[in-house]
């Protein structure tokens, strides 16, 4: 075990700990603090291992707990530390995938290492992510009428505070509102795994800079994959999100996370096919701000994916040499 390991994981846990509970404040800053709560125990477990990473989960774990209790009410304490765990806490086992390596030949140890393949710590990525949030769902409890009733009176309220008038009747308002509830594990699925896939980047980054990268840099446009099978999951998630009840909440997960895995797929394939293009930049720039934006493009980007993991565009792309891939 890494000497460091304790003490790193302690302050790893502690960062993520303050990071999540950064929402509490309800600043503009809240969020985004908040997406980065996985951060520290993704650095702490690809640069110091496995036992760093576990230790800044449960320390996180705690942390969130001992805040939650002393900034809402005690009674919050262990759902806060559950979420925590649910949300950030498997990221330390996503780092300790990206650090598995085995020799290659254990007869000869100079022959170097097998490393755990990338595609299988994002399908692990994938996987674990959809189903942390549909526990967290059931902990936190969606009820989709009493939610939707709540959001209608609450529009209705500011409308009447600023004096607007022409609003729909409450009937119709709670109408639309739970079409949008609905949609929310689906959404929230969506946003959690493009962000702890971020987070995870974002620590190799950071670890590599520093010199503790013990993995060889492979770059995620050329690593990143799914196996076939996922797709049949996705069609028929997709299919059994309009059923009620927890059922559609469930597929809605499902079908979310899976969409979102391969619209990451199809924006790697992006990235393969506009190397060396002189206007690639732009191009990207242009494509991630306007699905920041407007979401619209992950329709046709998640189907670039799932097209590219039945057909191998990138494949044949790095088969007949693409450029290298720079910083990706």
Same mark, same amino acid.
């Given at each position: 075990? *890494? $000497? *460091?390991?304790?003490?790193?994981?302690?302050?790893?846990?502690?960062?993520?700990?303050?990071?999540?509970?950064?929402?509490?404040?309800?600043? +503009?800053?809240?969020?985004?603090?908040?997406?980065?709560?996985?951060?520290?125990?993704?650095?702490?477990?690809?640069?110091?291992?496995?036992?760093?990473?576990?230790?800044?989960?449960?320390?996180?774990?705690?942390?969130?707990?001992?805040?939650?209790?002393?900034?809402?009410?005690?009674?919050?304490?262990?759902?806060?530390?559950?979420?925590?765990? @649910?949300?950030?806490?498997?990221?330390?086992?996503?780092?300790?995938?990206?650090?598995?390596?085995? $020799?290659?030949?254990?007869?000869?140890?100079?022959?170097?290492?097998?490393?755990?393949?990338?595609?299988?710590?994002?399908?692990? @990525?994938?996987?674990?992510?959809?189903?942390? @949030?549909?526990?967290?769902?059931?902990?936190?409890?969606?009820?989709?009428?009493?939610?939707?009733?709540?959001?209608?009176?609450?529009?209705?309220?500011?409308?009447? *505070?600023?004096?607007?008038?022409?609003?729909?009747?409450? +009937?119709?308002?709670?109408?639309?509102?739970?079409?949008?509830?609905?949609?929310?594990?689906?959404?929230?699925?969506?946003?959690?795994?493009?962000?702890?896939?971020?987070?995870?980047?974002?620590?190799?980054?950071?670890?590599?800079?520093?010199?503790?990268?013990?993995?060889?840099?492979?770059?995620?446009?050329?690593?990143?994959?799914?196996?076939?099978?996922?797709?049949?999951?996705?069609?028929?998630?997709?299919?059994?999100?309009?059923?009620?009840? $927890?059922?559609?909440?469930?597929?809605?997960?499902?079908?979310?996370?899976?969409?979102?895995?391969?619209?990451?797929?199809?924006?790697?394939?992006?990235?393969?096919?506009?190397?060396?293009?002189?206007?690639?930049?732009?191009?990207?720039?242009?494509?991630?701000?306007?699905?920041?934006?407007?979401?619209?493009?992950?329709? $046709?980007?998640?189907?670039?994916?799932?097209?590219?993991?039945?057909?191998?565009?990138?494949?044949?792309? @790095?088969?007949?040499?693409?450029?290298?891939?720079?910083?990706?």
């Amino acid at each position: 075990m *890494n $000497p *460091n390991a304790l003490p790193i994981g302690l302050a790893g846990g502690i960062a993520a700990a303050l990071l999540f509970s950064a929402v509490l404040g309800g600043g +503009a800053l809240g969020l985004p603090l908040f997406a980065l709560c996985p951060l520290p125990l993704a650095i702490a477990g690809l640069g110091w291992g496995t036992t760093a990473a576990v230790v800044a989960a449960l320390v996180g774990a705690a942390g969130s707990a001992a805040v939650a209790g002393y900034a809402i009410d005690p009674a919050s304490a262990p759902y806060a530390g559950l979420l925590f765990a @649910l949300l950030a806490g498997p990221t330390a086992w996503f780092a300790h995938l990206a650090g598995l390596a085995r $020799p290659v030949d254990p007869a000869r140890p100079d022959a170097g290492l097998e490393w755990y393949p990338l595609g299988r710590v994002f399908l692990a @990525l994938t996987v674990g992510t959809i189903l942390a @949030l549909i526990v967290a769902g059931a902990v936190v409890g969606i009820d989709v009428d009493a939610v939707a009733e709540a959001m209608a009176d609450r529009i209705l309220e500011m409308a009447a *505070n600023t004096g607007e008038t022409g609003m729909p009747s409450k +009937a119709d308002m709670v109408d639309v509102a739970r079409f949008y509830v609905r949609l929310m594990p689906a959404t929230v699925t969506m946003v959690w795994l493009s962000l702890i896939a971020f987070d995870l980047w974002l620590a190799g980054r950071i670890v590599r800079i520093s010199g503790r990268l013990r993995r060889p840099w492979t770059p995620v446009s050329e690593a990143v994959d799914l196996p076939k099978a996922p797709i049949a999951v996705f069609v028929v998630a997709l299919f059994a999100v309009p059923v009620e009840g $927890p059922v559609g909440l469930v597929a809605g997960a499902v079908a979310g996370g899976l969409a979102m895995a391969y619209a990451l797929i199809g924006f790697a394939v992006v990235h393969v096919k506009l190397r060396a293009h002189p206007a690639r930049q732009i191009i990207l720039a242009t494509l991630y701000g306007g699905t920041f934006l407007f979401s619209l493009p992950l329709i $046709p980007i998640a189907i670039v994916g799932m097209a590219d993991t039945v057909f191998g565009f990138r494949a044949k792309r @790095l088969a007949a040499g693409a450029p290298p891939a720079g910083r990706t």
